[in-house]
C-alpha cells in the first residue's frame, strides 16, 4: 500500500467560512500525515541505502524534517489562536450591541433586564459572554413580550 503524499501546492485564501474549515482540516492532516512520514522515513531499515543515497539520512530525518514539522504545527496552532481571537472579539462587539439595545429598551423593566440576562455587570470571561449571549438569544426570541416594535 502507497503511503498518503502531502500536497505540496501553496492553499489559496478561502472565501466562506466552511471554505476556510476544509482548509484548516487539509492542513492539520498534512501536518499529521508530515509527522508520521518523517518518523518511517527515520525507521526505515529496508530503503535506508537508498534513502542515505538521496541525502535521507536519519540524522536528517532528525535535524531538519523534525524541527520543519514541528515549526508547521506551531505556525498552524498560531493561526487557529489568531482565529479565534478574532472571533471573540467579533461575538464581543456583536453581543454589547444587543446588551446596549436591550438595556435601551428595557431600562424601565428591570424584571425584562434580568430575564434577558441584561442585569448587572456585562459578562467578562469567554464563558460569561457565551452564557449571556444564549440566554439573550433564547429568551429574546422565545418571547413575544420582548419583541420591541421598531416602527
Known amino acids: 500500500m502507497a503511503a498518503e503524499q502531502v500536497d505540496p501546492s501553496p492553499l489559496p485564501e478561502p472565501q466562506t467560512p466552511q471554505a476556510r474549515a476544509a482548509q484548516d482540516r487539509r492542513i492539520a492532516r498534512d501536518i499529521s500525515l508530515s509527522e508520521q512520514q518523517i518518523k518511517a522515513g527515520a525507521g526505515e531499515v529496508e530503503a535506508a541505502p537508498e534513502l ?28 487557529q ?3 479565534v481571537k478574532t472571533a471573540e472579539k467579533s ?12 438595556r435601551s429598551a428595557f431600562q424601565k423593566d428591570a424584571a425584562a433586564r434580568e430575564a434577558l440576562g441584561l442585569a448587572g455587570r ?12 444564549r440566554t439573550l438569544a433564547k429568551e429574546g426570541q422565545g418571547n413575544q413580550v420582548y419583541q420591541i416594535d421598531a416602527a
Open 81 to 83: 489562536a489568531a482565529a
Open 91 to 102: 461575538v464581543r462587539t456583536l453581543y454589547t450591541k444587543d446588551r446596549d439595545l436591550g
Open 122 to 133: 456585562a459578562p467578562q470571561s469567554l464563558d460569561e459572554l457565551i452564557t449571556a449571549a
Open 52 to 79: 542515505a543515497e538521496g541525502g535521507y539520512t536519519p540524522e536528517v530525518f532528525e535535524t531538519v524534517a523534525t524541527p520543519l514539522q514541528i515549526e508547521a504545527l506551531d505556525k498552524f496552532a498560531a493561526r
